[in-house]
């Protein structure tokens, strides 16, 4: 089996997630007892966070590109980030990356067609909702994204970096998350709430919605696991 590499820390929690269910996920499917073996390279969510406000995508290209170095240093042959904001650079990181990417956009899309989606909400930090790599990767396959109005952006985009991405999960928070999903849900007549940020599962994995969420970072693993297991 070929060595998987993470870049991780973008954040801690879904980096303990992916950890987590890419371990157990091939110990179950291969009905042995073992775990593959994984390099994860730590970076700070909070860089990349600043480096998107600033628009700069070069210095954020070059910030992922020395920790996917010092994956392939330790001998990875191939890599996925575990966080979805940094795929605003994955094109552009792809093409110089020393080990093949898998992005966890392109998988999210490919499992929306498998399922026929049509219409679907992204949920997501404020440069996944305000970017366009989302969106292209789903309207490639004739699915239209939507996203919130200005308003639920800025909350969203807030209450990501100043209690999710720090492992929180607030009550008031998780209602007001429910209420815009709704909203959105009634007056969009979306097929699927997308949860477009790794952390977004912590707050919506006890919401009960009129429709079902795409948890994109599963889909991601789910990929992973079957990558790992293919050889």
Same mark, same amino acid.
């Given at each position: 089996m070929?060595k998987?590499?993470?870049?991780?820390?973008?954040g /801690?929690e879904?980096?303990?997630?992916?950890?987590?269910s890419?371990?157990?996920?091939?110990?179950?499917k291969s009905?042995?007892?073992f775990?593959? $073996?994984?390099t994860?390279?730590? !970076?700070?969510v =909070?860089?990349?966070?600043n +480096?998107?406000?600033?628009?700069?995508?070069?210095?954020?290209?070059?910030?992922l590109?020395?920790?996917i170095n010092q994956?392939?240093?330790?001998?990875?042959?191939?890599?996925? !980030?575990?966080g979805?904001?940094? *795929?605003?650079? =994955?094109d552009?990181?792809?093409?110089?990356s /020393?080990?093949?990417?898998?992005?966890?956009?392109?998988?999210?899309?490919?499992?929306?067609?498998? *399922?026929?989606?049509?219409?679907?909400?992204? +949920?997501?930090t !404020? /440069?996944t909702m305000?970017?366009?790599? =989302?969106?292209q990767?789903?309207?490639?396959?004739?699915?239209?994204?939507?996203? /919130?109005?200005?308003?639920?952006?800025e909350?969203?985009?807030?209450?990501?970096?100043?209690?999710?991405? +720090?492992?929180?999960?607030?009550?008031?928070?998780? $209602?007001?998350?429910?209420?815009?999903?709704e909203?959105?849900?009634q007056?969009?007549?979306?097929?699927?709430i997308?949860?477009?940020?790794?952390e +977004?599962p912590?707050?919506?994995?006890?919401?009960?919605?009129?429709?079902?969420c795409? $948890?994109?970072?599963?889909?991601?693993?789910?990929?992973?696991?079957?990558?790992?297991?293919?050889?």
């Amino acid at each position: 089996m070929k060595k998987l590499g993470l870049i991780g820390g973008i954040g /801690p929690e879904s980096t303990i997630e992916y950890y987590r269910s890419i371990e157990y996920g091939v110990q179950k499917k291969s009905g042995q007892n073992f775990f593959p $073996n994984i390099t994860i390279e730590s !970076l700070n969510v =909070f860089d990349v966070l600043n +480096l998107c406000k600033k628009q700069d995508y070069d210095g954020l290209t070059d910030y992922l590109l020395n920790g996917i170095n010092q994956l392939s240093a330790a001998g990875v042959q191939y890599a996925a !980030l575990t966080g979805i904001t940094t *795929h605003i650079v =994955f094109d552009a990181l792809s093409k110089v990356s /020393p080990v093949p990417l898998v992005s966890m956009v392109d998988t999210a899309s490919e499992f929306a067609k498998a *399922h026929r989606y049509r219409k679907v909400c992204l +949920l997501g930090t !404020l /440069p996944t909702m305000n970017g366009t790599f =989302f969106q292209q990767s789903f309207e490639s396959k004739g699915i239209e994204v939507i996203t /919130p109005d200005a308003a639920e952006k800025e909350y969203i985009g807030r209450k990501i970096e100043t209690e999710l991405e +720090l492992g929180k999960v607030v009550s008031d928070t998780q $209602n007001n998350f429910r209420t815009i999903a709704e909203r959105i849900i009634q007056d969009e007549n979306v097929d699927t709430i997308i949860l477009g940020c790794t952390e +977004l599962p912590l707050i919506f994995k006890e919401i009960d919605l009129s429709v079902p969420c795409l $948890n994109v970072m599963q889909v991601h693993i789910d990929s992973l696991i079957d990558l790992i297991m293919s050889e």
